[in-house]
T-cell receptor, first 111, second 116 residues
Framework: GQQLNQSPQSMFIQEGEDVSMNCTSS?????WLWYKQDPGEGPVLLIA?????ELTSNGRLTAQFGITRKDSFLNISASIPSDVGIYFC???????????FGSGTKLNVKP | EAGVAQSPRYKIIEKRQSVAFWCNPI?????LYWYQQILGQGPKLLIQ????????DSQLPKDRFSAERLKGVDSTLKIQPAKLEDSAVYLC??????????????FGPGTRLTVL
């Protein structure tokens, strides 16, 4: 199956700092999605990317679809305590018609 | 617009017992997914439906897991008999369709299963 590597595995940052995380795949994807999951809840969609090179923002969040189509990046600016949670990337190759998820980046924000 | 509904939210059973989970997708969404999420890992696809047909069940342990979506709307996932390693959160997701910009998946809150 597809291999999806997400890094870093966890992060401890101070409130107000910027955060970057990324996902790389062993093959080309046509869609990248970024989700946030709070404890006891299902993942909530943050940003969807459909085109290589696409840069999309959602408030303080910005995500990019890598030019090689094998990677994607998520940046969070000026972090706040409610950003705490686990962030997942998910990629889809239309040939395989299903999504593969990264193992998640656990974000901790110290007030 | 109502989101993806799942029930129950929590279930505790003993090994070798059977259990069933229910999912009602977002209205109008043709594609429905069941995922298994083990603690500390990302969701893993178990089965994908397009309307009432199965698109992908390659990672479904068919000796003990079964799923159906008879009328192309809500779906049930069953485990019989359960094993200790089935302890996980079972997530249901739906999307408008399965390709292009219509493939964006929206998740329900999940069912947390504990097998003792």
């Amino acid at each position: 199956g597809q291999q999806l590597n997400q890094s870093p595995q966890s992060m401890f940052i101070q409130e107000g700092e910027d955060v970057s995380m990324n996902c790389t795949s062993s093959s080309i994807f046509n869609t990248w999605l970024w989700y946030k999951q709070d404890p006891g809840e299902g993942p909530v969609l943050l940003i969807a990317l459909y085109k290589a090179g696409e840069l999309t923002s959602n408030g303080r969040l910005t995500a990019q679809f890598g030019i090689t189509r094998k990677d994607s990046f998520l940046n969070i600016s000026a972090s706040i305590p409610s950003d705490v949670g686990i962030y997942f990337c998910a990629g889809q190759n239309y040939n395989f018609n299903k999504f593969y998820f990264g193992s998640g980046t656990k974000l901790n924000v110290k007030p | 617009e109502a989101g993806v509904a799942q029930s129950p939210r929590y279930k505790i059973i003993e090994k070798r017992q059977s259990v069933a989970f229910w999912c009602n997708p977002i209205s109008g969404h043709a594609t429905l997914y069941w995922y298994q999420q083990i603690l500390g890992q990302g969701p893993k696809l178990l089965i994908q439906f397009q309307n009432n047909g199965v698109v992908d069940d390659s990672q479904l342990p068919k000796d003990r897991f079964s799923a159906e979506r008879l009328k192309g709307v809500d779906s049930t996932l069953k485990i019989q008999p359960a094993k200790l390693e089935d302890s996980a959160v079972y997530l249901c997701a739906s999307s408008l369709m399965a390709g292009g910009r219509t493939n964006t998946q929206y998740f329900g809150p999940g069912t947390r299963l504990t097998v003792l």
